[in-house]
């Protein structure tokens, strides 16, 4: 009974979070905070995703932006080919291969004039990759550390091919120039309140979407996995499978908020795979607080929030840097399960004193009946 | 060996070495269904290993497994479990992190597809079955309190649970009551005593006094074989067995 009451209001917690960031363009009329916070919310997206894999499973994917990055290139695509009859002078190519020296259209690229296409492109094509890699790993038992290393590593080899392959990928200024989103009618300028409202239904969905993975049983098994790997074997779940599973649909996450991103920047480049995006996740996701997907959306908010301030501000336009550096090692430091971890710890101290008992008195009392019964 | 039941596990001369030591050295064991059976030795005998060979968590170098009259020997761990057969490891292990409720619910496995349990909310074992393996174990006021939060006794307590709720034809149990104190293990002897026939049970257990309460029939392993077997009375009378434990007390202090 306790349990569902905690879980409705943590249901309410998410809704109310949901119906904030939607309500924020009523009282904002300013296209350029529209995309900038559009661009964040995007960010929150991506936290959440890697809150699944890292936070639920303990996968600590350090290369979650190579799933962001080919969700952005899908978009990219799709949308660089609506600009082709406009832009180009010849043979309708997209400009740079015209500059490349190439001839016709990559077959890969041809399927992207379909926009349903793209958009499930921009999902599977991210998630198959983080399937068919956590096969690899996860089959071979390859855990902590080590898995890592090989999601950072994977990440770089994604990028340096992108970069290499310059006539199909626009290389290093990747792709640019490109043309509207539009679907069903809509069309979604990127400094509108359109693009800001797609984003924050699909962040909402996507929330929603998680936290409902996170409360079935396989979001059950998965934090057992996290916990205490060997056991949940010989129970007879196949690891491996539950591992490959979040990770894929983390990675079809991190695609959706990497096509958002391409609507909401104009372009995608090979940045958005890099080494220094990735690692920001991880460190909203810890102060955020990786065992909460609320938490990881909040902390992204807040960290790209107060660093966007600070860089843009003329006092910090140095030491933005340190600051930032230093507001990660005190949450690391005093907050272990981040901003969410707190929240947690003040409302238990706040439900449990109306009781009319001291706070510390409630629990170890209970335990201590439960000791006796025991021995 | 009792007679009256079928064979449900039987290793046949099954070896096991890790870089040249040989833990288990053809060990022949037939456990009956629905059988209590004891395992014991002195330290090194390879008792856990014999149990880490049945549950899959190490590959036997040679010799052959077979449990319900299919060999075993070469399926991974989960594909082991799910024909049927529970591991208690030797130190506890539940999860920490999720409440005793949440334990139980992995704990019951009998759907382990990942999209299965996708659409399964709030676990998928109803609560008076829940409700009456915690009291089982006695952990009824912890259910929603976290695994981590328990004593040591109680933790053991808990990954038995687990075992149960897993429901699986046979159990192997690596020295369940170590680290409890007397009343604990009394009552740890009592519940193997409920379960006695509804499982086959294999406990690896140092504590003879333990073994006394609960045995039917008691294995001895020494140097990774099997030395002797039969009741209580006949081990202890026998010479090798008394050999064996040279040194170590006896068999009454192992």
């Known amino acids: 009974m306790l349990l569902t009451g905690k879980s409705a209001q943590q249901t309410l917690l998410y809704l109310a979070f949901c119906i904030a960031i939607l309500l924020v363009p009523l009282f904002l009329d300013d296209a350029f905070l529209l995309n900038k916070y559009s661009r964040y919310l995007v960010f929150a997206m991506l936290a959440v995703a890697l809150s699944l ?43 740079f291969m015209v500059w490349n020296n190439v001839t016709e259209l990559p077959w890969f690229w041809a399927p992207f004039h379909s926009t349903t296409f793209a958009l499930v492109a921009g999902i599977l094509v991210p998630a198959t990759f983080a399937a068919l890699l956590g096969w690899f790993m996860f089959r071979g038992r390859v855990t902590g550390v080590y898995a890592a290393i090989i999601t950072l590593a994977a990440m770089v080899v994604v990028n340096l091919v992108i970069i290499d392959q310059q006539r199909f990928t626009g290389g290093f200024n990747g792709i640019t120039d490109l043309a509207q989103f539009e679907v069903a009618g809509l069309s979604f300028d990127a400094y509108s309140s ?65 096509m958002l991103y391409t609507i909401v920047m104009e372009f995608a480049s090979p940045t958005f795979l890099g080494v220094p995006l990735s690692l920001s996740v991880v460190i909203w996701v810890a102060v955020g607080g990786r065992q909460s997907l609320l938490g990881a959306a909040l902390g992204a908010l807040i960290v790209t929030g107060v660093q966007g301030a600070l860089s843009e501000s003329e006092t910090f336009l140095e030491s933005w840097m340190l ?31 109306p009781a009319g008992q001291p706070a510390t008195a409630a629990k170890p009392g209970g335990e201590a009946i439960t000791h006796g019964e025991g021995a | 060996m009792s007679d009256d039941g079928e064979i449900q596990l039987a290793l046949n001369d ?59 020997d070469k399926l991974k761990e989960y594909e082991i479990a799910r024909a049927g057969i529970g591991r208690k490891f030797q130190v506890p292990s539940v999860f920490r ?22 659409v399964r909310f709030g676990g998928s074992m109803d609560d008076d079955e829940l409700e009456r393996l915690a009291e089982l174990v006695g952990l009824s006021d912890a259910l929603d309190s976290a695994a981590a939060h328990l004593s040591h006794g109680q933790t053991q307590w808990l ?34 005593n409920r379960l006695r026939g509804q499982h086959t049970l294999i406990v690896v257990e140092h504590d003879m006094g333990f073994v006394r309460d609960i045995a039917e029939t008691i294995s001895v392993m020494h140097q990774g074989k099997l030395l002797a077997e039969g009741s209580l009375k006949e081990i202890s009378s026998d010479p090798q067995v008394r050999e064996a434990y040279l040194g170590s007390g006896g068999i009454g202090h192992a």
């Not at chain 1, 499973?57 to 962001?68: D, E, K, V």
């Not at chain 1, 660089?80 to 010849?90: D, I, M, Q, R, Y």
């Not at chain 1, 984003?199 to 396989?218: D, G, H, Q």
């Not at chain 1, 930032?324 to 439900?351: C, H, N, S, W, Y």
Request: proline fraction near 2%; aromatic fraction near 8%.
């Open chain 2, 97 to 118: 992190e999720l409440t005793v409720r949440e334990n139980l619910h992995i704990g019951q496995s009998r759907q382990t597809g990942v999209l299965a349990n996708l």
């Open chain 2, 159 to 192: 990954e038995i649970a687990l075992i149960l709720a897993q429901d699986p034809a046979l159990i192997l149990m690596d020295e369940p009551t170590a680290g409890m104190t007397g009343q604990e293990t009394g009552k740890t002897a009592e519940l193997f």
């Open chain 1, 53 to 95: 894999s890292w936070g639920y499973a303990g996968i600590l994917n350090l290369g979650q932006a190579t799933t962001f990055g080919l969700g952005s290139y899908c978009m990219a695509m799709a949308l660089k080919l609506g600009t082709v009859p406009v832009h180009t002078g010849s043979e309708g190519l997209p400009d």
């Open chain 1, 194 to 258: 359109s693009t800001y409202y797609l984003v924050a239904l699909c962040l909402s969905a996507v929330l929603f979407l998680s936290l409902a993975i996170t409360r079935s049983k396989t979001g059950m098994i998965l934090q057992a996995i996290r916990d205490q790997e060997d056991r949940v074997r010989f129970f007879g779940y196949d690891v491996a499978l539950y591992k490959i599973f979040i990770f894929a649909v983390s990675a079809g996450i991190a695609g959706l908020a990497g």
């Open chain 1, 323 to 353: 600051i930032m550096g230093g507001l990660f090692v005190l949450t690391v430091l005093f907050l272990p399960k981040g901003i969410a971890g707190a929240f947690e710890m003040l409302t238990a101290r706040f439900q449990r004193q």
């Open chain 2, 14 to 72: 099954v070896s096991v070495s890790f870089g040249g030591f040989v833990a288990v050295a053809g060990l022949d064991l037939a456990v009956g269904k629905g059988e209590l059976r004891c395992l014991i030795g002195p330290n090194g005998a390879g008792k856990t290993t014999a149990l880490d060979l049945i549950c899959g968590k190490t590959q036997a170098t040679s010799g052959e497994i077979r449990f319900e009259g299919r060999s075993i």
